[in-house]
């Protein structure tokens, strides 16, 4: 696997530049639940004028621990990271990505858990769908943080918001209650 951009100022947690969307930083947290804090940078897939030619548009989330195998993550040419903390009660953050792609306003936020026992994140719930043009809150930074709330770990139950659409084009933010049977 090939991940581009890489610099000493990025294995440090430094901010790196990706496409237009500015300054996007290291995401820090235990992601895997052994208590040593680890950065996380998601590393956007190479791009050529609207498509990714010669090359897949995957993009990696990699982890500062080399321990920690890298979250593949389809249409990628930029994105953003969250540690969601620790929703389902294991000791690891949970990492929520949103993958930037160059066209349509509707994006899909990714929620991983580390899996202890395959040594892998592996999907939480199904991808959340998501309008750029509207906030949960006064800012983008905001939306994102508001996206998944943790009701309890015992059993493990999510509050999610996501943009619903109805038959007219009208898009609004519904909340969705998700309970997990017991782990």
Same mark, same amino acid.
């Given at each position: 696997?090939?991940?581009?951009?890489?610099?000493?100022?990025?294995?440090?947690?430094?901010?790196?530049?990706?496409?237009?969307?500015?300054?996007?930083?290291?995401? !820090? =947290? &235990?992601?895997? #639940? %052994? $208590?040593?804090? *680890?950065?996380?940078? /998601?590393?956007?897939?190479?791009?050529?004028?609207?498509?990714?030619?010669?090359?897949?548009?995957?993009?990696?989330?990699?982890?500062?621990?080399?321990?920690?195998?890298?979250?593949?993550?389809?249409?990628?040419?930029?994105?953003?990271?969250?540690? !969601? =903390? &620790?929703?389902? #009660? %294991? $000791?690891?953050? *949970?990492?929520?990505? /949103?993958?930037?792609?160059?066209?349509?306003?509707?994006?899909?936020?990714?929620?991983?858990?580390?899996?202890?026992?395959?040594?892998?994140?592996?999907?939480?719930?199904?991808?959340?769908?998501?309008?750029?043009?509207?906030?949960?809150?006064?800012?983008?930074?905001?939306?994102?943080?508001?996206?998944?709330?943790?009701?309890?770990?015992?059993?493990?139950?999510?509050?999610?918001?996501?943009?619903?659409?109805?038959?007219?084009?009208?898009?609004?933010?519904?909340?969705?209650?998700?309970?997990?049977?017991?782990?």
């Amino acid at each position: 696997m090939h991940i581009y951009g890489i610099s000493s100022l990025q294995a440090q947690g430094e901010p790196y530049s990706i496409a237009e969307y500015g300054h996007v930083p290291a995401v !820090e =947290g &235990d992601f895997n #639940g %052994d $208590g040593v804090k *680890e950065y996380a940078w /998601l590393y956007a897939a190479p791009s050529v004028e609207m498509g990714c030619v010669y090359e897949p548009c995957v993009g990696y989330v990699i982890f500062s621990n080399p321990n920690l195998n890298p979250i593949e993550v389809q249409s990628a040419v930029s994105g953003y990271l969250v540690n !969601e =903390g &620790d929703l389902t #009660g %294991d $000791g690891a953050d *949970e990492i929520g990505v /949103l993958p930037m792609w160059f066209t349509s306003n509707y994006k899909f936020y990714h929620l991983f858990s580390y899996n202890r026992a395959t040594a892998t994140f592996e999907a939480l719930i199904e991808p959340i769908t998501i309008r750029l043009d509207m906030y949960l809150g006064d800012t983008w930074e905001e939306t994102l943080q508001n996206l998944v709330e943790g009701v309890s770990s015992k059993p493990l139950v999510l509050l999610i918001h996501r943009v619903e659409t109805d038959l007219e084009g009208r898009s609004s933010w519904v909340k969705e209650r998700i309970v997990f049977r017991e782990r």
